[in-house]
Nanobody, 125 residues
Framework: QVQLVESGGGSVQAGGSLRLSCEASRSIYRSACMGWFRQAPGKQREGVARIYTGGGSTYYADSLKGRFTISQDNAKNTVYLEMNSLEPEDTAMYFC??????????????????WGQGTQVTVSS
């Protein structure tokens, strides 16, 4: 059974940083697209960043490139999202998701089969 366990959310002031973690079951981690998505109240879920765990290729939402960094630790089956220069507009529930790699990493959340429980990020001005 595939499990994704997120941690690291919290409340910070604008300009601050947070690092989110997502530990995945080994059964999927070895060759998967793992992504971070977020959803703010009243808004659609949007992609933040994704990574191919088998090769390290990374992809970002254009609007977040430069502030957010996705990375992996193969020894821990874990993907991270480092978020810097946080803005109140970054306030949302952040979700980790995974799909088995099939040659490319989809950007749309609908293609991701496995989801974590979500972790709240709140940025105050």
């Amino acid at each position: 059974q595939v499990q994704l366990v997120e941690s690291g959310g919290g409340s910070v002031q604008a300009g601050g940083s947070l690092r989110l973690s997502c530990e995945a079951s080994r059964s999927i981690y070895r060759s998967a697209c793992m992504g971070w998505f977020r959803q703010a109240p009243g808004k659609q879920r949007e992609g933040v960043a994704r990574i191919y765990t088998g090769g390290g290729s990374t992809y970002y939402a254009d609007s977040l490139k430069g502030r957010f960094t996705i990375s992996q630790d193969n020894a821990k089956n874990t993907v991270y999202l480092e978020m810097n220069s946080l803005e109140p507009e970054d306030t949302a529930m952040y979700f980790c998701a995974a799909q088995r790699y099939r040659g490319y990493c989809d950007s749309a959340s609908v293609y991701y089969n496995y989801w974590g429980q979500g972790t709240q990020v709140t940025v105050s001005s």
